[in-house]
């Protein structure tokens, strides 16, 4: 007895989950996903940087587009002294406006520029890319959480029901031997221990109750509904144990993508730093309408226009040394993300690796019980009959009982872990 209700106790204080937008509506773990992909708050803060990424890229893409600005202009004019005889000397004064005023445009086209700004948009769609697939890792990680919440959930409720005919046999059975003590053919002391057990399996059934409702408030959590709405799952369907063929490369596997982005925007900040040392070259025009004319000798009252329209070439000297520290700092970055990627492929394989073997594993663990059900079902047939004639103790036909008890919560722990081991499976090569 003890080592039934301490392998039950162990069970029922692991995580649990379960949901149903609907009390009357039966909730498969794809609807749960579903429903989770579009109710859950991490996922939603997640998409929003995804919608970021794009919009960041939309910018890098207009700062492409030429510069025209219109202009214009509205000023008090001073007086205009001019020292023909030197500043010491008294000063002819130059009849201007009191007021002055002007207009015009100004156009600036990016020739080239080091690269930088298509550079620029190719790191955009770089990080782009990267928020898509940390959206897609946070998402198979959501889902992988929510399927051990929901294969609990099943659990406890496939414990409850476990637990509800065993109760009802032994109500049965206590019946039978209190009917034998009448009789004088038992002990008091058998039904003592009957008894005993008896409130143990209520005492347990109770205690499944109680995880079974934490069990859905946290799957309703997961779904972003309210903690108390009723769930139901289709937890007395069988599960399958069969084994699948998957794909265990790394190529669409979201944790490994993540990190090969890196490498990739690391490469490309190099590129960036070393087109610090380049020349840009634009081209530039622009036109103005002035009230009144003081940028040209002599001077006059009149509106006047004047513009220009030509090439711009500048080379940033100081960069031939300043750039040095920038492209230092962007190869160690690269290393760094290089080394990051060969660490995330070995442990991406190992993970995969692993969580194929818990699958074989379970699955054999699944034939094993299935093995062991039989075995103590028909030990409990010989057991309570050897029994009922007075051959054997109560003691051991209780123990057959446990044993078989056990074996049975013992075959849908290892049925639920052939089905986690597999999604496992499934969210490290990023199939799922």
Known sequence: ???????????????????????????????VWSIVDKGNSQLRLSGLMEDQADIDLQIAKDKRIPELSANASFARNTSF???????????????????????????NVNVFNGGRDQRNIQLKKEATRKAQHEYTLQQSDLRYAVAVAYFDLYKFLQFRDFLAAEISSEKKQLATIESMHRNGTVLKSDILRTSVKLSQLELSYSDAEKKIAIAGQRLNIFMGRDKDTPVEIAWQEELAVA??????????S??????????????LNIQQAKADRLPKISLFSYYDYSYPQMAFYPYSRDLYGFGRTGVKVGMPLDNLY???QAIARAR??????????????????LDIRDAYLQEQQAIESVKTAEQNIQQSTESVRVIRSSYMNQESLLTDLLDA??????????LTSAKVNVQLSHIRLLVKTGIL
């Open 1 to 31: 007895m003890k080592r039934l209700l301490g392998f039950m106790l162990f069970s029922i204080t692991g995580a649990l989950h379960a949901q149903v937008p609907d009390s009357n509506e039966v909730l498969s773990l794809e609807k």
């Open 81 to 107: 002294p001019l020292y023909t005889h030197g500043f010491f000397s008294a000063p002819d004064y130059i009849p201007t406006s009191r007021y002055g005023y002007g207009f015009g445009y100004s156009l």
């Open 332 to 349: 160690n970055s690269y290393q760094q993300e290089t080394m990051k990627l060969n660490i995330k492929k070995d442990e991406l394989t």
């Open 243 to 252: 084994a699948t063929e998957t794909d265990t490369s790394l190529e669409r």
């Open 322 to 324: 300043k750039s040095k």
């Open 401 to 410: 009982e446990n044993i078989l008890l056990e074996a049975k919560f013992s």
């Open 254 to 267: 979201p944790a490994y993508m993540v990190a090969l982005n890196n490498v990739h925007l690391s490469q």
